[in-house]
């Protein structure tokens, strides 16, 4: 089948070059001529291990191809999917549309024959509704059905996620348009792979309920790991023991710094925004989203007393990660961003190692970037694991002692033992262990 792609970020270039390895022709489109011009020199924009190798492979076989202008491919195109960016609203939490409407807009006058408009972006209810009304409004005679397909990609694992999804949910009620989608992902009959269809709107809300419970649950286990180091409990324990438990699994039980990323920020307050809207607030999302934004704030504090309770005035402070999570670049709603500054405020001088953070450079000011964890350590008067890079889960420990000014590790990711932490002579601080 042919495949236009309206957009090549994360979602965009990941779905493009998986949809060309099952054998689809995919053109990825970008306003952005110098990402196109990168992508056809061979360069990845983005960090997503294996995305390199995948794209180039499907380039050689003359599946996919890259272009700035949407004319052609959206004129051959069985489907086109609109995988844009939907950042939150500056000033009240709403998704920010404009680029899918502008999307949208740009394929209603380019559509030739049948074709499915496909919504990757993630988009509140009703956004299908509203894509529909701008294709009745430039193009009343275009045969266009409006499907969602939401993404379920997770930062570090997304070809997998592709290729071997839990699921594929499908919003639509039109036949043509499931026959196009069943075709489009035929591949994963093969793996059994459950696909849903559903109602649009359904199909939209799905995506955002998805998030939000796995944003809760994250900060559930915060919140249990806050009240374990209060009664002296362990929260990794606490979470093997209820994670156990079918009902419940074990998946995004793991205490640390709060959630941040590209989706879970953003999408929990879009519901809020949309529930609210609805006049059926969802409360424990409300909650959710600020004890999360209240938890990577107080981060900085947890530093403060293993240090000296006081403030950090002419102290130096190492920081071993700085995106949001491990195996991304991605630096959106990073709790470092709101921890990094805390330090600062308190008197520390920070510097920091990120294998992928980039982007870091740009948006935390005066610190001092180092080119690998003992750099870090050098000279530091307590050192922080903010993300769980694999390389910092076997650290030579002795080396980093006899580098640091003091031998205070702050763990807010829980990758080491506190027994052997302490038999090796650190002041060791974790997350909601004794």
């Known amino acids: 089948m042919h495949v236009a792609m309206i957009g090549t970020g994360y979602v965009g270039l990941v779905s493009g070059a998986c949809f060309a390895d099952f054998g689809h022709t995919v053109t990825c489109i970008d306003k952005d001529a110098s990402k196109i011009e990168r992508l056809k020199a061979g360069g990845i924009p983005i960090y997503e291990p294996g ?20 004319a052609e491919a959206v004129k051959q195109a069985d489907a086109v999917f609109i995988a844009v960016g939907t950042p939150s609203r500056r000033g ?10 502008a999307a949208a807009e740009e394929i209603a006058g380019l559509v030739d024959g049948f074709t499915v408009v496909v919504t990757k972006s993630t988009v509140p209810v009703g956004t299908g509704d509203e894509i529909e009304k701008i294709f009745k409004r430039v193009r009343p005679d275009a045969d266009v059905a409006v499907v969602s397909n939401p993404e379920f990609l997770r930062e570090g694992a997304a070809i997998e996620d592709f290729k071997r999804p839990d699921r594929v949910v499908v919003g639509t009620d039109d036949d043509r348009a499931r026959a196009v989608m069943r075709e489009l992902y035929r591949p994963l009959y093969l793996n059994e792979t459950p696909i849903q269809f559903t109602g649009r709107r359904t199909s939209e809300l799905i995506k955002y309920a998805g ?13 249990m790991a806050d009240l374990c180091e209060a009664v002296g409990a362990d929260v990794q324990q606490v979470a093997k023991g209820i994670g156990l438990d079918g009902r419940i699994g074990g998946k995004f039980l793991n205490a640390g710094p709060g959630y941040g990323g590209s989706c879970f920020p953003k999408d929990t307050l879009a ?13 424990l999302i409300e ?4 004890v999360n934004d209240a938890r990577k704030k107080a981060m900085a504090q947890k530093v403060i007393k293993a240090v000296n309770g006081q403030d950090l005035s002419g102290k130096t402070i190492g920081v071993l990660g700085l995106t949001f999570k491990p195996n991304t670049d991605d630096m959106r709603d990073a709790p470092s961003l709101d921890i990094v500054p ?9 510097q920091a190692f990120d294998p992928e953070g980039h982007e870091a450079t740009h948006m935390l000011k005066d610190v001092d970037f180092k080119t690998d964890p003992y750099a870090v350590a050098e000279g530091a008067d307590a050192l922080v694991i903010i993300t769980e890079w694999d390389q910092f889960r076997a650290l030579d420990l002795d080396r980093i002692k006899l580098l640091m000014n003091r031998p205070v590790l702050v763990d807010l990711r829980n990758i080491y033992k506190p027994d052997d932490m302490k038999a090796r002579g650190f002041a060791y601080t974790s997350v909601g262990r004794p």
């Open 211 to 223: 998030n939000a419970f796995l944003a809760m649950k994250i900060t559930f286990i915060n919140e």
């Open 287 to 290: 909650t959710t989203v600020r």
């Open 92 to 101: 009240d939490g709403h998704a920010d549309l404009s680029y899918v409407y």
């Open 342 to 350: 805390a330090l600062q405020a308190a008197g520390a001088r920070v």
């Open 51 to 70: 995305l390199d190798v995948l794209v180039a492979q499907n380039v050689k076989a003359g599946r996919l191809f890259f272009a700035t202008e949407a």
């Open 271 to 283: 519901l809020v925004r949309t529930a609210r809207d609805a006049g059926s607030p969802v409360e």
